[in-house]
């Protein structure tokens, strides 16, 4: 198997690769920093089942240039061949309140977050048609299901693969070509270290209410759900039922999936209801401290 994994140089992406090189994948890493590429490299390879598995690192921003991603994606097919698996993973986060976002951030993190993944899968579809044989994973997130406080900017990008993977999968299912959307819960990554410097106290309470995954997890089940050509990957029992509820109009892989969306639903659908009650009142809990301390700040 070849798989080509962009954001593959930390996190997610990271454990991704590892999870694919364990099972005897060659790998292309994508991803801009070339140190950070060579340091994921080393420790890929140290995973490896066989002496013939490589890999292979290619340094591009894959949100700004078409021709550009289109170019080292052609190169990295001459030397290892045709791409079995494409893992859209890079991304970019940052949450704060509507107003308070620079506006430059919404078009970076649609830029990087959807832009970001259509360039490099419309780069290998041919070549997956052509040959029947493929698979497309995006990476978007629970956020990406739901939209929560703080993530005005970074749940519309993570919506739009969800449009982008629905649509697409009609299109090349006829050719044996399987698409999966994942969405991570909170992972421990270096970007959700970043994210977290981020987030208001609002967002940081509503996420609190949540536990944080391991990367490792999460790619072990991006990857076994691509494998098995699943359309959604949801992770943990939260994961699950946030899947079912938002399921929509959205491709079913089998009639047990099928099934639990119907007889579900009421069910998942009055739990939802509890939480987003919840969620309205850690908004309001802290707006009103927030004005209480406006009235110390004036007292004092
Ligand atoms: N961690 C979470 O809690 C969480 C939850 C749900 C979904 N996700 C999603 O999962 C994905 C990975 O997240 P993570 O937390 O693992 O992030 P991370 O640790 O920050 O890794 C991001 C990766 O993407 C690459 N990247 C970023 N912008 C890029 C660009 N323009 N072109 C090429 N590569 C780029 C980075 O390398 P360079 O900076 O060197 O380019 C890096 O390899 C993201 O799509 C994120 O939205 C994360």
Do not use: W
């Amino acid at each position: 198997m070849d798989s080509r994994v962009t954001g593959g140089s930390s996190g997610i992406g990271k454990s991704i690769a590892i999870e694919c090189y364990k099972q005897g994948a060659f790998i292309t890493l994508v991803a801009r920093n070339e140190d950070k590429l060579l340091q994921a490299k080393k420790e890929i390879e140290k995973h490896s089942i066989n002496d013939k598995q490589v890999v292979l690192c290619i340094s591009v921003d894959v949100s700004q240039d078409y021709s550009q991603v289109e170019n080292v994606i052609k190169q990295a097919q001459e030397k290892l061949g045709p791409v079995d698996m494409l893992v859209n993973c890079a991304g970019t986060t940052m949450a704060g309140k509507f107003e308070e976002v620079e506006v430059s951030a919404f078009e970076r993190l649609m830029s990087v977050n959807y832009l970001g993944s259509v360039y490099p899968s419309r780069a290998v579809i041919a070549t997956m048609k052509e040959r029947r044989v493929g698979r497309i994973v995006f990476v978007s997130s629970q956020a990406g299901q739901l939209g929560l406080f703080g993530y005005t900017a970074y749940s519309p990008s993570k919506f739009a693969l969800r449009g982008l993977a629905e649509a697409l999968q009609m299109e090349v299912k006829p050719y044996n070509v399987y698409v999966t959307v994942a969405y991570p819960p909170d992972t421990d990554t270096p970007g959700f270290v970043e994210e977290n410097k981020t987030k208001p106290l609002e967002t940081k309470l509503i996420s609190g209410t949540t536990s944080v995954c391991s990367p490792e997890q999460v790619a072990k089940q991006i990857v076994k759900d691509a494998m098995q050509g699943n359309f959604n990957s949801s992770i943990g029992s939260d994961g699950y039922m946030l899947s079912l509820l938002t399921c929509g109009m959205s491709p079913v892989t089998s009639i047990t999936e099928g099934l639990q969306q119907v007889v579900t639903m009421g069910l998942f659908r009055t739990i939802a209801l509890f939480y987003l009650g919840s969620f309205d009142s850690i908004v309001r809990r802290c707006m009103v401290q927030g004005k209480k301390s406006e009235v110390v700040d004036k007292t004092a």
